[in-house]
């Protein structure tokens, strides 16, 4: 059975780092793609970021240089380093899985994590 379990969420103040957990069972990362997704009160779900097969990934405008995604293949962990945070990136994170590839729509993952909180603010 494939479970996706978040961890890591927390308030933090703006310019602060936090790095969120997908912890994955029921499957192995080296088939899979794992993308972390984000919604805000009031907001579509937005893609963050992904790591795929063969280390292919991607991360949306707003995070780069500032967030890094990577993979555990040991433990099955797909990590999602998150610096210099802004309140603009307030929301529940989530972690999703498809096979294989990246995309950046979560309707193209079938399974999907229960979400942490992450806050930024003073």
């Known amino acids: 059975q494939v479970q996706l379990v978040e961890s890591g969420g927390g308030l933090v103040q703006p310019g602060g780092s936090l790095r969120l957990s997908c912890a994955a069972s029921?499957?192995?990362?080296?088939?899979?793609?794992i993308g972390w997704f984000r919604q805000a009160p009031g907001k579509e779900r937005e893609g963050v970021s992904c790591?795929?097969?063969?280390?292919?990934?991607y991360y949306v405008d707003s995070v780069k240089g500032r967030f890094t995604i990577s993979g555990d293949y040991a433990t099955n962990t797909v990590y999602l380093q998150m610096n210099a945070l802004e309140p603009e990136d307030t929301a529940v994170y989530y972690c999703?899985?498809?096979?294989?590839?990246?995309?950046?729509?979560?309707?193209?993952?079938?399974?999907w994590g229960q979400g942490t909180q992450v806050t930024v603010s003073s």
């Open positions: 999703a899985r498809r096979p294989y590839w990246c995309s950046r729509y979560g309707t193209d993952f079938g399974s």
């Open positions: 029921g499957f192995t990362l080296g088939n899979s793609a």
């Open positions: 790591i795929g097969n063969s280390g292919s990934y």
